[in-house]
């Protein structure tokens, strides 16, 4: 499976910003994908991830009620719209793809995007 991720930047406090990680190569049955970020300084976290058929989500806690997660069908890709940015959100995000069952550890995922680096201004 490869990934392509884009959708960084820089924002403000309480903006918003939306990342996207198209998918292809290998059938994505059973599989979901997602993302983890990693600060400076910080092991790489879950942060959210969506099930191929869109029927199972999952979110940290850390970001539930502010990021969303959605697949466009069309186009094999996954939305993670980041609403009420914080501070303490800017990371590297990572887009990582892998059996469903297998989420949310990261050692256990097949297949990683290049990293997409979020910025936000207090």
């Known amino acids: 499976v490869q990934l392509q991720a884009s959708g960084g930047g820089l924002v403000q406090a309480g903006g918003s910003l939306r990342l996207s990680c198209a998918a292809s190569g290998s059938p994505l049955d059973y599989y979901a994908i997602g993302w983890f970020r990693q600060a400076p300084g910080k092991e790489r976290e879950f942060v959210s991830a969506i099930s191929w058929d869109g029927g199972i989500k999952f979110a940290a806690d850390a970001v539930k009620g502010r990021f969303a997660i959605s697949k466009h069908n069309a186009n094999n890709t996954i939305h993670l719209q980041m609403n009420s940015l914080k501070p303490e959100d800017t990371a590297v995000y990572y887009c990582?793809?892998?059996?469903?069952?297998?989420?949310?550890?990261?050692?256990?995922?097949?297949?990683w995007g290049q990293g997409t680096l979020v910025t936000v201004s207090s």
């Open positions: 990582a793809a892998g059996p469903t069952e297998n989420w949310p550890w990261p050692d256990r995922l097949d297949s």
